[in-house]
Nanobody, 124 residues
Framework: QVQLVESGGGSVQAEGSLILSCAVSGYRGMSGCMGWVRQVPGKEREGVASIDGAGRTVYADSVKGRFTLSKDVSKNLLNLRMNSLHSDDTAMYYC??????????????????WGQGTQVIVSS
């Protein structure tokens, strides 16, 4: 049973930073595709960043250069460091894992497992 539990969300001023963490259990040593996806009520989900089993990362253009995705397999954590936050980054952020075999590991991948989400609010 794959379980993903997010933490680290909160309120921050514009240009501030946050680190989101996803505690992972039951997912093959985090060897598959994982990522973070965000959603604002009334809008479509937006893939933020992804990381594959080899540690290769892909970022959405909207966060490139500001967000850094990493995984700590020894601690079963998927971390998203977010710098230079602005109001457009306000959203519910979800940790996600596992994509269909053969699919590319990208932020917009069709993830099969999801966490409950953690809210990020950026005030200007």
């Amino acid at each position: 049973q794959v379980q993903l539990v997010e933490s680290g969300g909160g309120s921050v001023q514009a240009e501030g930073s946050l680190i989101l963490s996803c505690a992972v259990s039951g997912y093959r040593g985090m060897s598959g595709c994982m990522g973070w996806v965000r959603q604002v009520p009334g809008k479509e989900r937006e893939g933020v960043a992804s990381i594959d089993g080899a540690g290769r990362t892909v970022y959405a253009d909207s966060v490139k250069g500001r967000f850094t995705l990493s995984k700590d397999v020894s601690k079963n954590l998927l971390n998203l460091r977010m710098n230079s936050l602005h109001s457009d980054d306000t959203a519910m952020y979800y940790c996600a894992a596992e994509i269909p075999r053969g699919d590319a590991c990208t932020p917009s991948a069709n993830f099969g497992y999801w966490g409950q989400g953690t809210q990020v609010i950026v005030s200007s």
